[in-house]
Nanobody, 123 residues
């Protein structure tokens, strides 16, 4: 019953933009920190962004800082990742995660995970 479902991935050209959505069901996101992670083939899962539940403080990995923006809409039980000026190096499966008290890029801190959505950046 507890689910996080990502959507919004696809194929874009370098310099393009995408907005990923993460819809929660079976629980409310109000009291959970939200993290966005990505994993390219043969690579470890990388934390790219997160947002606290308490004060909406945000974190961004250096590789995406200034290009990605994380946000949440508790009324819709949904989180978002706005991705701008995309680069081929951003190609990966992107995962949404939620955790009470979670913070930072460590996947072990998160309790619930979505199935992932593919983002491919290529000419």
């Amino acid at each position: 019953q507890v689910q996080l479902v990502e959507s919004g991935g696809g194929l874009v050209q370098p310099g393009g933009s995408l907005r990923l959505s993460c819809q929660a069901s079976g629980f409310t996101l109000d009291y959970y920190a939200i993290g966005w992670f990505r994993q390219a083939p043969g690579k470890e899962r990388e934390g790219v962004s997160c947002i606290r539940s308490s004060d909406d403080t945000t974190y961004y990995a250096d590789s995406v800082k200034g290009r990605f923006t994380i946000s949440r809409d508790n009324a819709k039980n949904t989180a978002y990742l706005e991705m701008n000026n995309l680069e081929p190096e951003d190609t990966a499966v992107y995962y949404c995660a939620a955790g009470i008290g979670a913070w930072g890029p460590n996947p072990i801190d998160y309790d619930y995970w979505g199935q992932g959505t593919q983002v491919t950046v290529s000419s």
